[in-house]
Nanobody, 121 residues
Framework: QVQLVESGGGLVQPGGSLRLSCAASGSISSIKDMGWYRQAPGKQRELAASITIFGETDYADSVKGRFTVSRDNAKNTVYLQMNSLKPEDTAVYYC???????????????WGQGTQVTVSS
């Protein structure tokens, strides 16, 4: 029905930048909220940033001022620009979206497979 595919992860030095992308594909009627969660080793998955269809954003306190979430509704794609990266940002980053598949009445929640971000010198 709906697939989310992330890209853009990798290894970066402290203070560096990365840009993550997540494209939704399949038979999609509409997408509401989209966002990025992250899970560090031994920790629970947490919200990093989210964005509504209207462009309203929300950030975890730990990433405010460093990360910027954006989306291209025409491409069903959400982005996460990460600047001034710190070692504590190391985690698997997961894309998340509330999407309504074609022919369905209700929205369903979908996850991507995750992309590794490692911040290390």
């Amino acid at each position: 029905q709906v697939q989310l595919v992330e890209s853009g992860g990798g290894l970066v030095q402290p203070g560096g930048s990365l840009r993550l992308s997540c494209a939704a594909s399949g038979s999609i009627s509409s997408i509401k909220d989209m966002g990025w969660y992250r899970q560090a080793p031994g920790k629970q998955r947490e919200l990093a940033a989210s964005i509504t269809i209207f462009g309203e954003t929300d950030y975890a306190d730990s990433v405010k001022g460093r990360f910027t979430v954006s989306r291209d509704n025409a491409k069903n794609t959400v982005y996460l620009q990460m600047n001034s990266l710190k070692p504590e940002d190391t985690a698997v980053y997961y894309c998340n979206a509330d999407a309504r598949p074609t022919g369905y009445i209700v929205y369903r929640n979908y996850w991507g497979q995750g992309t590794q971000v490692t911040v290390s010198s």
